[in-house]
């Protein structure tokens, strides 16, 4: 699970909108808890909701990205620790490692529709090669296997 989008709520809140509100304007099928999962980081809203949830907001898709960065609370230490820890220690990343670099491969495919593509190469390229080095370096079928779909989905980004 991602940490939980802190300047969502705030920006929500900051229009007077309830999420009952919030899930009206965005529409399409948009309910209460949708808002809810997205704003505790349980989901992402999906590409084709994300202008609407923009407009809603009264911000800019460049503006709504920031808003969905998830944030890290006092009780929960940023996970790239321990992508560093894994790419130090390579004998065998665990599951909340792997997750940590498809949720950053997945965040990049996310804003590819909102930023050029060139501004996405160089963290692109950074997860592209951090996620080859892990799945290269053995480990867990399962695991290994998922950073090998990670690392397809990044090679894509960057072709």
Same mark, same amino acid.
């Given at each position: 699970?991602?940490?939980?989008?802190?300047?969502?709520?705030?920006?929500?809140?900051?229009?007077?909108?309830?999420?009952?509100?919030?899930?009206?304007?965005?529409?399409?099928?948009?309910?209460?808890?949708?808002?809810?999962?997205? %704003?505790? *980081?349980?989901?992402? =809203? @999906?590409? !084709?909701?994300?202008?609407?949830? +923009?407009?809603?907001?009264?911000? #800019? $898709?460049?503006?709504?990205?920031?808003?969905?960065?998830? %944030?890290? *609370?006092?009780?929960? =230490? @940023?996970? !790239?620790?321990?992508?560093?820890? +894994?790419?130090?220690?390579?004998? #065998? $990343?665990?599951?909340?490692?792997?997750?940590?670099?498809?949720?950053?491969?997945?965040?990049?495919?996310?804003?590819?529709?909102?930023?050029?593509?060139?501004?996405?190469?160089?963290?692109?390229?950074?997860?592209?090669?951090?996620?080859?080095?892990?799945?290269?370096?053995?480990?867990?079928?399962?695991?290994?296997?998922?950073?090998?779909?990670?690392?397809?989905?990044?090679?894509?980004?960057?072709?």
């Amino acid at each position: 699970m991602s940490g939980k989008r802190v300047r969502l709520a705030r920006q929500r809140c900051a229009m007077g909108m309830t999420q009952e509100e919030l899930a009206a304007a965005v529409g399409m099928g948009t309910d209460r808890s949708t808002i809810y999962r997205w %704003e505790s *980081g349980e989901t992402t =809203p @999906p590409p !084709r909701k994300q202008p609407w949830l +923009a407009r809603a907001l009264g911000v #800019s $898709p460049t503006e709504l990205i920031d808003l969905l960065t998830p %944030e890290a *609370g006092p009780d929960k =230490p @940023p996970s !790239r620790g321990r992508v560093g820890y +894994a790419l130090r220690s390579p004998s #065998s $990343p665990d599951p909340v490692t792997v997750e940590r670099l498809w949720q950053e491969v997945r965040g990049l495919d996310e804003r590819y529709d909102w930023m050029p593509s060139t501004s996405l190469l160089a963290g692109t390229g950074q997860a592209l090669g951090q996620i080859g080095f892990l799945a290269r370096s053995g480990g867990d079928g399962a695991l290994q296997r998922d950073l090998f779909a990670a690392e397809a989905t990044a090679a894509t980004l960057m072709g």
